[in-house]
Nanobody, 122 residues
Framework: QVQLVESGGGLVQAGGSLRLSCAASGRTFSSYAMGWFRQAPGKEREFVAAIGRWSGKYYADSVQGRFSISRDDAKNTMALQMNSLKSEDTAVYYC????????????????WGQGTQVTVSS
């Protein structure tokens, strides 16, 4: 059974940093793209960052230069380092994995975590 578990969310002041982690189990994920999406109250789920099977990295314009995605295939984990956080980064962050056609498209991902709350206070 495939399982993705996020951790590392919390409350932080604007300008601060958080590091989210995603632990995958149930299969080896080195052949899959992995990504982070977020959903704020009343808004649709949106792409944040993703890393392909060959470790190509992709970012939303809103987080480019502030967030950094990485993966460790030996440990089946993925991380999102978030710096210079803003109030508009407040959302539930979801880890996802799958054999995607468009790495920025949520519906292309096959597996999802339950999400972790990130709250940035201004």
């Amino acid at each position: 059974q495939v399982q993705l578990v996020e951790s590392g969310g919390g409350l932080v002041q604007a300008g601060g940093s958080l590091r989210l982690s995603c632990a995958a189990s149930g299969r080896t994920f080195s052949s899959y793209a992995m990504g982070w999406f977020r959903q704020a109250p009343g808004k649709e789920r949106e792409f944040v960052a993703a890393i392909g099977r060959w470790s190509g990295k992709y970012y939303a314009d809103s987080v480019q230069g502030r967030f950094s995605i990485s993966r460790d295939d030996a440990k089946n984990t993925m991380a999102l380092q978030m710096n210079s956080l803003k109030s508009e980064d407040t959302a539930v962050y979801y880890c996802a994995a799958g054999r995607v056609s468009n790495i920025r498209t949520a519906r292309d991902y096959e597996w999802w975590g339950q999400g972790t709350q990130v709250t940035v206070s201004s």
